[in-house]
């Protein structure tokens, strides 16, 4: 199989990442989102990650030309399907819009087109059905920071094609990723697996008041000697994704914590790096400031 034309789904944090950096490596991309407002979000974010690939990729001008250039934008679903022969699938992390959008693909999208979803909380075999093609279906999960954090998490189901499998795990090698292949289905893959709890931890800390963010987070570094805590983490995944997460656990402190965040983030429309603020306000968090970690 081979994969000359993507389309990612959503152009909210991560969507943006992924499109830039498959168009990055030479495909070309077409970015589909709900309407114009949300779409010139996503050009204004495509600039940013240009001075991104500047900064920590020291490439050229021409090189970020070419990405812009592999990259068009559009409101219209059966337009951004008609060609592609890879969909990733970025939306928030609600499951009934997903189950919404695969239904709609299935009866638009060419029958040779594979799907991906890129959700970070559900099980690829929670939608197989609505996609109409189980067989080529799978998740393909990236972490934020794409082009700093080039992992490619890559999940089937029982029903996914291992050609298909194959081919994404080759076309992840192509757009510069490591591809990281699970043998069954899990929750969270490898990398949330590992990450959510902490972040959930860090979480219930800061509702019940036991200490305040850059507390938790100088813990943490300390200790670890990791290069952020975790509500540093937190804002570069996003605090309304972190509130779609958090919404989507049936439970009492996530509830809590769901609440808390909209109370006292969104709400202010504090939602991370790509607001400006959120735990920490940026360009310039005071977690990076060389005396953080000494008082």
Known sequence: MDIKNVTVIGSGVLGSQIAFQIAYSGFKVTVFDINDEALVKAQRSMVTLTKSYERDMEVTDLELKETLSNLIYTTNLETASKEADLIIEAIPEIKELKINLYKQLATIAPESTIFATNTSTFLPSDFAAETGRPDKFLALHFANQIWLNNTAEIMGTAETDPDVFETIVAFSKNIGMIPLPLYKEQRGYILNSLLVPLLKSAEDLLVNEVADPETIDKTWMIATKSPR????????????????????????????????????????????IQSGQGFYTYPNPSYLEKDFLTE
């Open 229 to 272: 805590g975790p509500f540093g983490i937190l804002d570069i995944v996003g605090l309304n994704t972190a509130y779609n997460i958090a919404l989507s656990k049936d439970t009492d402190d996530s509830k809590k914590i769901a609440q808390f965040l909209k109370e006292n983030y969104l709400d202010k429309g504090h939602l991370g």
